[in-house]
């Protein structure tokens, strides 16, 4: 079966700006999560969605939102854009929170904040 | 403050022997944990998981130790093949508690040696 699909696989955006990056869950999964990762910081957990409601929420500014539609499908919006938003963002998904066999993450989008 | 430390960045293993890499945690609610292996440019791959209620897990060539009161869990690879070199992380989830997502390690670049 397909497995997570994150879209696009690599943004430029200037300083400021705002960002949507998208997520698709493997067929079936309910539960996406999103993670930053960056050389410094490695990565670190944004928020959880689960049948379209934000379960956990990682320590990050309210710059950073997210949303679950529906069909499981999840977006992740930064808005003013920093330098230091630069990273690789990662989704994750499951068929519900926590389940034992982990979760199966995208291969990620790469913003880099100019 | 790091709640979940892989103190060596980087272990060199001959093929064939056995690779050991340790994690440490300090989250006393931690009650799940896993590893992961990631490629570059690839989004990590779920290996192993190990609940608080064993102390051991495997699955082929993975073993996962917990050592609950010293808060301590290791991931034994053996034998050690060429494709096993990638970076390590260790996460761990405090299920029961319903928090913050999956928190990592930083990671342990694991090569493997011909």
Redesign the interface.
């Known amino acids: 079966k397909a497995g997570v699909t994150q879209t696009p696989r690599y943004l430029i955006k200037t300083r400021g700006q705002q960002v949507t990056l998208s997520c698709s869950p493997i067929s079936g999964h309910r539960s996406v999560s999103w993670y930053q990762q960056t050389p410094g910081q490695g990565l670190q957990f944004l928020f959880e969605y689960f049948s379209e409601t934000q379960r956990n929420k990682g320590n990050f500014p309210g710059r950073f939102s997210g949303r679950q539609f529906s069909n499981s499908r999840s977006e992740m919006n930064v808005s003013t854009l920093e330098l230091g938003d630069s990273a690789l963002y990662l989704c994750a998904s499951s068929g519900s929170p926590a389940e034992d066999y982990g979760y199966t993450f995208g291969s990620g989008t790469r913003l880099t904040v100019v | 403050d790091q709640q979940v430390k892989q103190n060596s960045p980087s272990l060199s293993v001959q093929e064939g022997r056995i690779s050991i890499l340790n994690c440490d945690y300090t989250n006393s609610m931690f009650d799940?944990f896993?590893w992961?292996k990631k490629y570059p440019?690839?989004?990590?791959?779920?290996l192993i998981?190990i609940?608080s209620i064993k102390d051991k897990n495997e699955d082929g060539r993975f073993t996962v130790f917990l050592n609950k009161s010293a808060k301590h869990l290791s991931l034994h690879i053996v034998p050690s093949q060429p494709g096993d070199s990638a970076v390590y992380?260790c996460?761990a989830?405090a299920?029961g508690g319903?928090?913050?997502?999956?928190?990592?390690?930083?990671?342990t670049h694991l090569i493997i040696q011909p």
């Not at chain 2, 440019?41 to 779920?46: L, M």
């Open positions: 799940y896993l992961y440019a690839e989004g990590p791959t779920f998981s609940s992380f996460a989830s299920r319903g928090a913050d997502g999956l928190t990592f390690g930083k990671g």
